[in-house]
């Protein structure tokens, strides 16, 4: 299994100096991925632009949304920004797309939330037709990105099945990451797909300051109401922790998994690499 760190896009503190000295330190590290979140009506940047800016610091590692909420963005704008990234990055993104869980992101953009499951799946099938998308730069058209698609619906599975690489898995203990798996194989294997998905996780760690962490979650997810309370129980913040939840996931089946940081720290970096080592 691989692991890859996020930038702490969403992370309060975090600064543009951060971000690109973190991803150019990434890239020098262990892992083989940088994975950002997406929220829109949120102390937060921009997914695709600080993907981009991480694209020009680095040189090998793969740049991936885990997950980026398809429907806030029109189509066309949405395979514009993601075939900018991937040709700035020559070739390097996993695209990662789903609904998300917020009204409100969808409120601030305008955009409705009802039909946002219909609005996806047009997406995606634009996405599987990239090359011939008028609004493609030609450095990107001869590269689609490694596509895949996140949620919990049998909607959602479906949706993966049928026009994504595999499945990005939100978060949460190995038992429930091994659940979603097996529906994701059973829905590709219903559709008659060789092989099997790709296979995503996440999760979130600290290593050194647990109660900065646990107070980002707890506000990042306080619209779940006492679920919050869970996810914030879930931040890994040991060494053994994080060397444990590593090897359940790749028990699991896990390809990728994503190690969200809580604390906008760069030594968070040195202190995730060394517990890897």
């Keep these: 299994m691989r692991v890859g ?5 969403t992370t309060p503190g975090a600064t543009g100096d951060l971000l690109v000295d973190w991803a150019r330190r990434a890239d020098a590290g262990p892992f083989s991925s940088l994975g950002v979140l997406d929220r829109l009506l ?5 997914p695709f632009a600080a993907l981009s800016a991480a694209a020009a610091v680095t040189e090998r590692i793969r ?6 909420i398809g429907p806030l963005r029109p189509a066309a704008m949405l395979i514009k920004t993601a075939a900018s990234v991937q040709a700035i990055s020559g070739g390097r993104l ?9 009204e ?15 609005r996806l799946t047009d997406q995606l099938l634009e996405l599987r037709d990239w090359a011939d998308a008028p609004v493609m730069p ?7 990105p490694e596509l895949l698609v996140g949620g919990a619906s049998p909607a959602a599975f479906a949706r993966m099945a049928r026009y994504a690489d595999g499945y990005v898995h939100g978060g949460g203990p190995p038992r429930a990451f091994a659940s979603a ?6 829905a590709w294997s219903d559709l008659g797909r060789p092989g099997e998905p790709r296979l995503w ?6 290593l050194g300051d647990e109660d900065a962490g646990e107070a980002y979650l707890l506000d990042y997810y306080a619209f779940t109401g006492p679920f919050a309370a869970k996810v914030a129980a879930g931040n890994l913040t040991s060494a053994r922790a994080i060397r444990d939840f590593v090897r359940a996931y790749e028990e699991a089946g896990c390809e990728e998994l994503v190690l969200l940081p809580t604390v906008a720290d760069a030594a968070q970096l040195d202190r995730l690499a060394d517990v890897l080592a």
């Design 138 to 144: 030609g450095a990107a058209r001869a590269q689609p």
């Design 181 to 186: 798996a097996t529906k994701a194989r059973a």
């Design 94 to 102: 996993t695209l990662g797309l789903a609904v998300g869980g917020r």
């Design 104 to 118: 409100d992101d969808y409120d601030a953009a305008g955009v409705p939330h009802r039909g946002r499951g219909g």
């Design 201 to 206: 996780g996440q999760a979130y760690f600290a």
């Design 63 to 68: 740049l991936a949304t885990v997950i980026a």
């Design 42 to 46: 949120y102390d937060s940047f921009e």
């Design 5 to 9: 760190i996020g930038l702490p896009t």
